[in-house]
């Protein structure tokens, strides 16, 4: 099992290396990049208010020289080839040098550094909520099929599954935020939070996650559960468990005692893919609570076009992605004592 991981740790590197030059790939010949919005702006500034970006000729007409250009080309790195620029980029990350913001004018580490305990604090709370409420409530909906509890539950479950995430968030904030005023609009925490005792800051903090948490649970919400019933009848229903009860062991022991641990195999399955989640969040939904979390920041700077940033996310994104796949089998393993990974093959 041993030389099973390793070899997938190896693996991260070139499957790091063929996602990062695609898409620095991607931004060198997609266009609307940095220099021509610069120059489009400067464009427009210079003809008024009235002026249009199809006054512009692409080339900034006569307000930057051939020189200029160039100049600029260099700064931000668009002067060389791409399998070239994409190295010299790849260099400076294994130093943990993200490069530079084209948008905030700011190191790349720093602008996503501001945005990570955002998005982390909702990731992790997420999940918690997630695992901590759906898995016993699947248990709870497999025992007490069809049963009243089972088919109100199942309703409420998957009206939330059929309502998109933002659908909800919006609902949320105009009905307990903007006409009851329970909630605070948006933020993560209020403007006088430093002012506050510890209690008072955790009670702000929760008091503005508590409608947002609601909207990102809603999703995975019904899939997590429903997953976790019908792996759980599915193996209530197998010969291992009757042959335990006709053997004289109780409803509740070939439950928590046999089906259990195996019903928890394909949430096992997902449990590293969702690491990604932790980082990338919404950003529907950071946008509705105006929330400045990780996701919002990846979404305005592919709009903007601060490809540094988008680079620095992917770095982050990737590697994350990766890393939870390896985590997933690892999970596999522990859940599931028959699953034995080696040599490329995997016993059950």
């Known amino acids: 099992m041993t030389s099973y991981f390793i070899r997938r740790f190896l693996l991260i590197i070139p499957t790091f290396i063929g996602v990062t ?24 500034a210079g003809a008024g208010e009235t002026s249009t970006i199809s006054d512009y000729d692409g080339r900034g007409g006569s307000m930057l020289s051939d020189e200029q250009l160039e100049d ?73 099929h069809k049963s009243v509890f089972d088919n109100l539950t199942s309703a409420v479950v998957f009206a939330g599954y059929a309502i998109p995430s933002y659908v909800v968030a919006i609902f949320l904030l105009t009905a307990f935020a903007a006409n009851l005023e329970w909630f605070p609009l948006g933020g993560f925490v209020s403007d006088d939070f430093a002012d506050f005792t510890l209690m008072e800051k955790i009670a702000d903090l929760f008091d503005h996650a508590a409608l947002p948490l609601i909207a990102y649970v809603a999703g995975s919400f019904a899939f997590t ?26 409803f509740r022991g070939a439950i928590f005692g046999h089906a259990f641990r195996n019903s928890l195999i394909p949430i096992a399955t997902s449990f590293g893919n969702n690491i990604t989640l932790i980082i990338t969040g919404s950003f529907l939904i950071e946008k509705i609570f105006n929330i400045d979390g990780f996701g919002l920041l990846g979404f305005e700077s592919l709009v903007e076009r601060d490809y540094p940033v988008v680079m620095g996310i992917l770095v982050i994104s990737a590697l994350l992605f990766l890393i939870g796949n390896i985590l997933s089998d690892i999970c596999v393993a522990i859940v599931d004592p028959r699953v034995k ?8």
């Open 72 to 144: 600029l080309k260099a700064y931000y790195g668009f002067d060389k080839p791409v399998i070239v620029g994409y190295f010299e980029w790849l260099g400076k990350v294994l130093v943990l040098d993200l490069g530079r913001s084209t948008r905030y004018n700011d190191p790349v580490w720093e602008t996503i550094r501001d945005r990570l305990p955002i998005s982390i604090f909702y990731g992790v709370c997420t999940l918690i909520i997630t695992y901590g409420v759906c898995i016993p409530l699947g248990i709870f909906k497999a025992i007490r």
């Open 341 to 348: 990974f080696g040599s490329g093959e995997s016993g059950q």
């Open 225 to 250: 559960t429903m997953l976790m019933k019908n792996s759980l009848m599915d193996n209530l229903a197998a010969e291992y468990v009757r042959t335990a009860v006709a053997k004289g062991l109780d």
């Open 21 to 44: 030059i695609l898409v620095f790939t991607l931004t060198r010949l997609v266009p609307g990049g940095p220099i021509e919005r610069m120059l489009s702006e400067a464009a427009q």
